[in-house]
């Protein structure tokens, strides 16, 4: 069954407000979280690492500011999209990391499509 | 450079015509390839982690294999629900995630 949580599965708002989306590890702890950007017939765009307890790592050309990162908890991890515009309308995807001894795995969350109108 | 690299971007198969995926890298430090399949509005779901070259894992009509270049998904018989876009990811030392661009698979009934 699915091991990582992703809400909301979509979401419509105006120019110029803020849209939260949360990702939780169901029955794991994940120390890692990462949150892409997919664009339709293309692969995921790493947009940021998530560490729990400290600042996110954001990949070059995505803007900290706008995309608000937050691992509070071992499994939870929010972006915030700050004053969306159209132009941030995309499918969100957040995974999260379960690593050990040769059991790496890397789920994914089933992916937020936002429309800014 | 590390990359991994995917192919054919597209493959189209009559139901029952097996075939293999192709992933390729050129990461260094190699902690795990990962295989995906993602349906259209989807979030990547989870088939296969292979770690070492010469490991094989199955999954009903999947079989992943590893070289030290190169990753193969075998789609055995396939049917037109396996149609989808396989992914593949590299993790490397330094817990730095690389992934392909995915190859779309189309089954014909």
């Known amino acids: 069954g699915a091991v990582v949580s992703q809400h909301p599965s979509w979401v419509i708002c105006k120019s110029g407000t803020s849209v939260k989306i949360e990702c939780r590890s169901l029955?794991?702890?994940?120390?890692?979280m990462f949150w892409y950007r997919q664009f339709p017939k293309q692969s995921l765009m790493l947009m940021a690492t998530?560490?729990?307890?400290?600042?996110?790592?954001?990949e070059q050309g995505v803007e900290k500011d706008k995309f608000l990162i937050n691992h509070a908890s071992l499994t939870l991890s929010t972006l915030t999209v700050t004053s969306a515009h159209p132009e941030d309308s995309s499918f969100y995807i957040c995974?999260?990391?379960?690593?050990?001894?040769?059991?790496?795995?890397?789920?994914f969350g089933s992916g937020t499509q936002l429309s800014v109108l | 450079e590390d990359q991994v690299t995917q192919s054919p971007e597209a493959l189209r198969l009559q139901e029952g015509e097996s075939s293999s995926l192709n992933c390729s890298y050129t990461v260094s430090g190699l902690r795990g390839l990962f295989w995906y399949r993602q349906d259209p509005g989807k979030g990547p779901e989870f088939l296969f982690t292979l770690y070492s070259a010469g490991e094989e894992k199955e999954k009903e009509r999947l079989k992943a294999t590893l070289t030290k270049k190169e990753s193969f998904l075998h789609i055995t018989a396939p049917k037109p629900e396996d149609s989808a876009t396989y992914l593949c990811?590299?993790?490397?030392?330094?817990?730095?995630?690389?992934f392909g661009t995915g190859t779309s698979l189309t089954v014909i009934p």
């Open positions: 029955d794991f702890q994940a120390t890692t």
């Open positions: 990811a590299v993790l490397k030392v330094g817990n730095q995630f690389y």
């Open positions: 998530s560490n729990e307890g400290s600042k996110a790592t954001y």
């Open positions: 995974s999260a990391r379960e690593s050990g001894r040769r059991n790496e795995k890397l789920f």
